[in-house]
Structure formats: structure tokens, C-alpha cells
């Protein structure tokens, strides 16, 4: 049976990036601005609510689900929603991506719920810097959790490395070697312009997935691997180590044209694109008609005739979309 989520292009959609909540325990630099106001509660989807857009996506194909944030592991009663997630028929995988913060606390949880994959954001192994990156982290709260979600059996963990000329460059090899010593894999990702920020200059702090390479290159070997996820990163591998480090290039490498993914944010939009602001409201439709699912997948498989054809991010920084990274889900 072929699936009815299809855009105008003819690409599947499978795969379902989750938003939880915009509020995050950290303030990192280029994903929110310092001073953050958040979404009042009654704006935010409830999590029976978000079961019932889940259910209604797998129901229409969709194989895989991520739960984002803000940081997902901060919402209230997490753990009730995931495990009725992962025992959606039909749903092959649900993952989750963090900062880490909390998986000392929650590792065991995911584990027993069957959470399998991790991703975890980590832009430097330097406490200080950390903390300048992050403005509230700590970094030894994030390694113990990594370390917790090992020991708990959570099967793969990756790390996420947004890299910024002048500011973290020079982390890309320590963290290859901490992705290659513990067994994790690790994604480079090009910064994305999304949101306002007064910080940083994003066309000054642009590192392209390309000088990334060289700069791994300088001491090991990069081979193109045929490992996959149906993700947007690229992978390669280091001879002789499992790890797989991977590369996401919006900006060098558009990756549009294969595109199997759409976004639910925390209030409810459902995001055709992750750079531009194509929508349909859900929420309006689950509260508008309760418990008709069939108003719920009607919506959603209309949506997907406004889904573009690709994101145009301009390298020099320029914002393009007013909402920040945490609003969007990842």
C-alpha cells in the first residue's frame, strides 16, 4: 500500500520530527536569544494530544518519529508519552534528541521504554567554553549523562557539533577522539539561520562541512560509508573505529531533493520545511474536533501539497525566518 503522505515532488514522508516544549535548561548561542520569552501553557499541545497527532502519522506511513525540544526531557511526565509511543503499531523507531542534562535522571527510563538511539548536542569538551556556549550548561552533567544512557543500554548515541569559525573550530578534533575512544558517533552540522541573534555574526562564523573534513583529515582517514539513517546527515567513517561521523550541509550541500521529514512543533504547527514557514494548524483541528482522527489526517495530508521544494539559507547569515531553532524542534 503506497503511503498518502507524498508532496508535489514525489518525495515519501516517513519520518516525523516531534517538538515537545520550547523551553529548554540551557540558552545556547545559536539557538535562542539571552532573554527568551516562552509559550504560555494553555498554547502548548497536551500530551494526549500529541499521542493523537503521533498515532495519526504513523497510522498515515510515517515509520519514525524524533522527539525535540527546546529540551524534550523537561516536559512534565515525558516518560508517560514515550512509552506509548514506542508501543505504536507500526512505528518502527522513536528517538530523541537532548542536550544531555537530564539523561542521568531519565537514561534507565528510555531504556526500558525501548528509546535505542540518542542524540545528544555537544559543541565543546572545554568546560568554559561550555558554559559561554551554552550560558547555563555543565558539561560534566552532560558526559555523566552520556555515560548513564551507555550504561543503561541505549543501543547508539550520536553526538551533534554545530561548528562556529572563532569559536569552536578547534574542539572538531578533541571530539572525534572522544566520539572514537567512548564508541559514540558524532555529527558536524553547518549553523542554520534561524531566529534573530545579537552574539554572534553567522556569515563570519560559517565552517562548512567540507573544511571540517580537512581539518579531521589532518589526523585520520575519512572514508564515504554507506551507513544510513534516513536523516540528513552524510557519513564516513575512520578505518578500524565503529564510530560514524557524520556531516550536515545545509548551506554546501543542500539535501532537499531527498527530503522524507516534516515537523510538529510544540504548539501544535505542523512545519513543511525546516527553512520556511509552510504550516498547517493541528491543534486547531484536534480542539476544533475532538477525537476525529479522520479531520486530523485529512488536514495533514493536504499540508503536504505546501511543502517547498528546498530551503534557500543565505551563507552570509541573513535571517530568514524570524523563529528561533527551539520553537522549530530541530
Known amino acids: 500500500m ?3 503522505l507524498v508532496d508535489r515532488f514525489g518525495r515519501k514522508i516517513t519520518y516525523l520530527r516531534f517538538s515537545l516544549t ?24 497536551g500530551l494526549e494530544e500529541m499521542l493523537q497527532v503521533a498515532e495519526t502519522f504513523v497510522s ?39 542536550n544531555g542534562s537530564q539523561l542521568v535522571k531519565y537514561a534507565p527510563a528510555l531504556a526500558k521504554a525501548g528509546v535505542k538511539r540518542i542524540n545528544v548536542s555537544l559543541d565543546t569538551l572545554d568546560p ?9 550548561g555543565d558539561i560534566k552533567k552532560v558526559l555523566a549523562g552520556i555515560n548513564a544512557a551507555q550504561q543503561a543500554g541505549i543501543e547508539r548515541i550520536k553526538l551533534n557539533v554545530v561548528v562556529m569559525k572563532g569559536r569552536n573550530q578547534h574542539q ?31 556569515g563570519l562564523t560559517l565552517c562548512t562541512s567540507e573544511e571540517v573534513r580537512d581539518i579531521i583529515q589532518q589526523q585520520y582517514q575519512l572514508m564515504p560509508s554507506t ?57 486547531n483541528i484536534i480542539r476544533r ?13 493536504t499540508a503536504m501539497d505546501l511543502k517547498p521544494e528546498r530551503h534557500y539559507f543565505d ?6 525566518l524570524v523563529r528561533f531553532m527551539n520553537m522549530t524542534g530541530g
Open 172 to 202: 572538531i578534533l578533541p571530539l572525534v577522539d572522544y566520539a572514537l575512544a567512548n564508541k559514540v558517533d558524532v555529527s558536524f552540522i553547518e549553523e542554520m539561520p534561524l531566529g534573530a541573534i545579537s552574539e554572534h555574526q553567522r
Open 2 to 4: 503506497s503511503s498518502p
Open 227 to 283: 551507513y544510513e539513517t534516513n536523516g540528513p546527515s552524510r557519513y564516513w567513517q575512520i578505518p578500524g573505529y565503529q564510530s560514524k561521523i557524520g556531516f550536515i550541509s545545509p548551506h554546501s550541500h543542500n539535501f532537499c531533493g531527498d527530503c522524507n521529514r516534516v515537523r510538529v512543533t510544540a504548539e501544535g504547527k505542523l512545519l513543511l520545511c525546516l527553512g520556511n514557514e509552510h504550516s498547517a494548524d493541528l491543534k
Open 128 to 136: 568554559t567554553e561550555f558554559k559561554q556556549l551554552t550560558r547555563t
Open 315 to 320: 551563507p552570509t547569515g541573513d535571517v530568514q
Open 60 to 98: 498515515l506511513g510515517v515509520k519514525k518519529i524524533r522527539l525535540t525540544g527546546g529540551e524534550p526531557l523537561i516536559r512534565h511526565n515525558v516518560i508517560w508519552l514515550i512509552e506509548r509511543l514506542t508501543a505504536l503499531p507500526g512505528l518502527d523507531e522513536l528517538l530523541i534528541t537532548s
Open 22 to 45: 520550547d523551553r529548554c535548561d540551557f540558552r545556547c548561542v545559536y539557538c535562542m536569544a539571552e532573554d527568551m520569552t516562552f509559550l504560555p501553557r494553555q498554547k502548548i499541545l
Open 289 to 301: 474536533y475532538p477525537g476525529e482522527q479522520d479531520k486530523l489526517r485529512e488536514t495533514i495530508i
